[in-house]
């Protein structure tokens, strides 16, 4: 499909969103398209850059990511600290978060896609992960479903480092633990991968998607989030098909989760945002063919199988590499440090290296 179609039909939409509903939503909605753009355009894949530096000890994608942390820590714990308004992505540690993170990380390499990664890529027109889109929805609310449960096997209240030791205090904890990760990542690529550590194009995506995370969290009063937006798709069928009661649940009877589910999907900040990077994808992409390999049908249904158990271990962890990692660790969570040790480790054994 040509690129000015697709262009004028999100301005449409934009302006729809400026009439309809608010200037907030249709901004988060331009937002998202430049994350859309910015991850499909660069080819900025989460899950590649773990998988390059396990399997081909090529750190230049997890380097990439450590610069974007970097760069969106430093924007974003100062604003913390001066704006209460704004919230910190923070998560128990705690059972759910462990068996939750290191789930996600091994599933996510057989999937070929983390959270944000299924939606760019499906945007893309790439067909295994248009299939799990639905299927990671789908998993992440009864994800959320259960969490309770999960969370009654033992959990430690959320920890944010603004709040304990103060901007400063807090800049100085993430720039120690990138240096430490960048250092260890280096170490794994051994003297031949140290010497292509550089990549421009991971670069710009790093830069880009920095910028973009850190005007989210001033237009959504949140940080960047993937995974929530697909559990509510799924709550909100489920409701209205009549096969859920909210009020029964824990985590939909929350008065703030109740409210969203009650309200149009496009007042909810994280799906307005995934809408949008699903348009940015397909702008980026527009003419090209898709990247999609073919698959036996063995390999489909693994794949599907994954992103299913992707999208339940998605909400156990409390985000994905975005939500988790990218936003956990930029607004100062001990959470999204948690959980990288703990996905990554589960990407050994995605990947089939243990």
């Known amino acids: 499909m040509r690129r000015s179609p697709i262009a004028a039909l999100a301005a449409v939409f934009l302006l729809l969103l400026v009439w309809y509903v608010s200037v907030r939503q249709a901004a988060l909605f331009a ?8 991850l499909a355009g660069a080819r900025f894949g989460f899950t590649t850059g773990w998988r390059l530096l396990v399997v081909s000890r090529d750190p230049r994608g997890v380097i990439g990511q450590a610069i974007l942390l ?8 100062p604003l913390l600290a001066s704006f209460p308004e704004l919230k910190a992505a923070l998560g128990p540690p705690g059972v759910s978060l462990a068996v939750g993170a290191f789930l996600f990380g091994m599933t996510m390499q057989i999937a070929d896609g983390c959270g944000s990664g299924t939606l ?19 998993g992440s609310f009864l994800g959320s479903v259960h969490l309770d449960r999960w969370l009654a ?9 603004v709040e304990r030791y103060g901007a400063l205090g807090a800049i100085g904890i993430t720039l120690a633990g ?24 991971w670069l710009v995506g790093a830069v880009a998607l920095a910028i973009l995370a850190v005007m989210n969290l001033v237009v ?7 995974v929530y937006g697909f559990g509510l798709w799924a709550a909100k069928l489920a409701t209205a098909g009549g096969m859920f009661e909210p009020g029964a649940n824990a985590f939909w009877s929350a008065p703030g989760n109740a409210e969203i589910l009650r309200q149009s999907v496009l007042l909810d900040v994280t799906s307005i945002t995934n809408i949008g990077v699903l348009a940015g994808a397909l702008l980026a992409s ?51 440090w948690l959980w990288v040790p703990l996905a990554f480790a589960g990407t050994l054994i995605g990947t089939g290296r243990r």
């Open 220 to 226: 959504a009063g949140q940080p960047w989030g993937v």
């Open 31 to 38: 937002i998202g398209i430049g994350m859309g753009a910015a």
């Open 153 to 161: 096997l033992g959990a430690i209240e959320p920890v944010g480092f």
């Open 286 to 336: 527009a003419g090209t063919p898709s990247t999609g390999r073919s698959l036996t049908g063995k390999q489909w249904l693994i794949g599907l199988i994954a992103g299913f158990v992707m999208g339940y271990s998605s909400r156990l962890a409390f985000g994905c590499n975005v939500g988790a990692m990218v936003s956990g660790i930029t607004t100062g969570s001990l959470h999204g």
């Open 120 to 138: 760019y890529k499906a945007g893309m027109g790439v067909p295994l992960n248009m299939g799990i889109l639905p299927l990671f929805a789908l």
């Open 70 to 77: 970097a760069l969106a820590a430093l924007a974003s714990l």
């Open 178 to 201: 990138l240096a430490i990760a960048v250092a260890l990542a280096l170490a794994w690529a051994g003297p031949q991968g140290r010497q292509r550590w550089f990549d421009s194009r």
